[in-house]
C-alpha cells in the first residue's frame, strides 16, 4: 500500500472510532488531524471536508458489511442446499462472529448517519438509505425463496421478515451499548432464529 492511501486510511480508521464512540458531531476535524499526525492541508488532500469524510467511511462500512454477509451465505450455502436451514446456518454464524469481536460490535455507521441525519449531506443520506434498502432486498430474496418451500406458520411477508432483521441487529447493538454487555446482540440474534424455526415448522395435519 502507497503511503498516501496508508495516510487515507489511517484518518479514516482514527475517524470510524471516534464517531461510533462520540457521534459525528463530537468528532472534529481538528482532534482527527491531531491523532493523525498530519497537517490540514494533509487532510484535505483525502478529503474536501467533512462530509467527503463521512461518505468515504460509511462506502467502506458497507463494502466491508457485504463482505461479511457474502462470506456467511457462502459458508452456509456451502452446508445446506435447503433455503431454511441454510439461513438458520447462516444466523448461527453470524452470532458466532459477533462472539468473537474483543468487546463486541464496534457500532453501526448506517445507525450513526440515522441519528444525525441533518449533519449529513444529500449524498451521504442517499447512500445511507440505499444501504438500509440494500439489507432489505438482501434477505427479502431469501424468505421468499424459505417461504416458496415452508408456508410460514401466520400471515407475514417477506418483506416484514427482511425488516426484522435489520431492527434485530441495530436494536440489539443499543442495548449491548445500553446496558455494557456485547452479548445481547449475538442472543437476540439467536432468539430470532428460534422465531424463524418455530414460524416455517411443518405443521402436522389435524
Known amino acids: 500500500m502507497r503511503k498516501g492511501e496508508q495516510t ?4 479514516m480508521d ?3 472510532a471516534a464517531i461510533l464512540q462520540k457521534g459525528f458531531g463530537a468528532t472534529s476535524i ?3 488531524i491531531s491523532e493523525a499526525e498530519i497537517t490540514k492541508s494533509g487532510f484535505i488532500y483525502h ?3 467533512k462530509n467527503q469524510l463521512a461518505l468515504a467511511l460509511l462506502g467502506r462500512y458497507l463494502e466491508r458489511d457485504k463482505a461479511l454477509l457474502d462470506d456467511i451465505e457462502a459458508r452456509a450455502d456451502a452446508l445446506s442446499d435447503d433455503p431454511l436451514q441454510r439461513f438458520l446456518i447462516g444466523l448461527k454464524l453470524f452470532a458466532e462472529v459477533l462472539e468473537d469481536i474483543p468487546g463486541g460490535h464496534p457500532g453501526c455507521f448506517v445507525a450513526t448517519v440515522c441519528y444525525q441525519e441533518r449533519l449529513f449531506n444529500a449524498e451521504v443520506r ?4 440505499q444501504a438500509v434498502l440494500a439489507w432489505r432486498t438482501r434477505f427479502q430474496a431469501t424468505f421468499e425463496e424459505i417461504m416458496t418451500a415452508y408456508p410460514p406458520a401466520i400471515p407475514v411477508s417477506a418483506e416484514e421478515l427482511a425488516d426484522m432483521v435489520s431492527t434485530i441487529v441495530e ?4 442495548m449491548a451499548k445500553a446496558v455494557t454487555d456485547p452479548s ?3 442472543r437476540q440474534l439467536l432468539h430470532f432464529r428460534n422465531y424463524v424455526k418455530l414460524l416455517f415448522q411443518p ?3 389435524a
Open 8 to 11: 487515507r486510511q489511517r484518518i
Open 14 to 16: 482514527i475517524a470510524e
Open 30 to 32: 481538528d482532534e482527527v
Open 47 to 49: 478529503f474536501q471536508d
Open 126 to 129: 442517499e447512500l445511507n438509505r
Open 184 to 186: 445481547v446482540l449475538p
Open 171 to 174: 436494536g440489539g447493538l443499543i
Open 203 to 205: 405443521r402436522l395435519n
